[in-house]
T-cell receptor, first 111, second 117 residues
Framework: SQQGEEDPQALSIQEGENATMNCSYKTSINNLQWYRQNSGRGLVHLILIRSNEREKHSGRLRVTLDTSKKSSSLLITASRAADTASYFC???????????FGTGTRLQVTL | EAGVVQSPRYKIIEKKQPVAFWCNPI?????LYWYRQNLGQGPELLIRYENEEAVDDSQLPKDRFSAERLKGVDSTLKIQPAELGDSAVYLC???????????????FGQGTRLTVV
């Protein structure tokens, strides 16, 4: 079963524009993580935000977390063609290392 | 540092045949995951190990799937017999889980793309 749902399912933007993806989840979390997956490849960890954090930055990435709404957003600024990939949120829940992925957003960045 | 290594990368088998996937996690990582990813979907957890103990296998179809993690290092996932619906990418991941903030980030292998014909 999937814990999170990303929105939108697909997003197409031009290079230089910002891309925003949203993730909603159902249960309380320890932390929330975002991953990128290029076509035919494994997932790569991008950023982790703890449940007591509200915003986090890493390079061109900005993640926000609203635990009251059980939602998170990933903003990629000044997008590049190389950012074309699927992006997944993953929630860490419970007392152990359970990591559950959402359905993903497919981002297409065109020149 | 070597990443998570999976083999084979691709496998095509006929239905009802057995198949096995192998995963070598990052050295020192105590948590190992097997996920299945269908086309256009997110990864779905099949089984999670903490060291050699399977702590979450609720999503593993136990009538045909089995897994083991000997000595808390390498792991194998087996399907016997395979069905057409098992066609998917099988991903292995590992993480170091001794952090008070919850599980750290997981490192994924390239996956094994299984096609059952």
């Amino acid at each position: 079963s999937q814990q999170g749902e990303e929105d939108p399912q697909a997003l197409s933007i031009q290079e230089g524009e910002n891309a925003t993806m949203n993730c909603s989840y159902k249960t309380s979390i320890n932390n929330l993580q975002w991953y990128r997956q290029n076509s035919g490849r494994g997932l790569v960890h991008l950023i982790l935000i703890r449940s007591n954090e509200r915003e986090k930055h890493s390079g061109r990435l900005r993640v926000t977390l609203d635990t009251s709404k059980k939602s998170s957003s990933l903003l990629i600024t000044a997008s590049r063609a190389a950012d074309t990939a699927s992006y997944f949120c993953a929630t860490n829940t419970g007392t152990a290392s359970k990591l559950t992925f959402g359905t993903g957003t497919r981002l297409q960045v065109t020149l | 540092e070597a990443g998570v290594v999976q083999s084979p990368r691709y496998k095509i088998i006929e239905k009802k045949q057995p198949v096995a996937f192998w995963c070598n996690p990052i050295s020192g990582h105590n948590t190992l995951y097997w996920y299945r990813q269908n086309l256009g979907q997110g990864p779905e957890l099949l089984i999670r190990y903490e060291n050699e103990e399977a702590v979450d296998d609720s999503q593993l179809p136990k009538d045909r799937f089995s897994a083991e993690r000997l000595k808390g290092v390498d792991s194998t996932l087996k399907i016997q017999p395979a069905e057409l619906g098992d066609s998917a990418v099988y991903l292995c991941a590992s993480s170091l889980d001794n952090w008070t903030g919850g599980v750290r980030s997981a490192f994924f292998g390239q996956g094994t793309r299984l096609t059952v014909v």
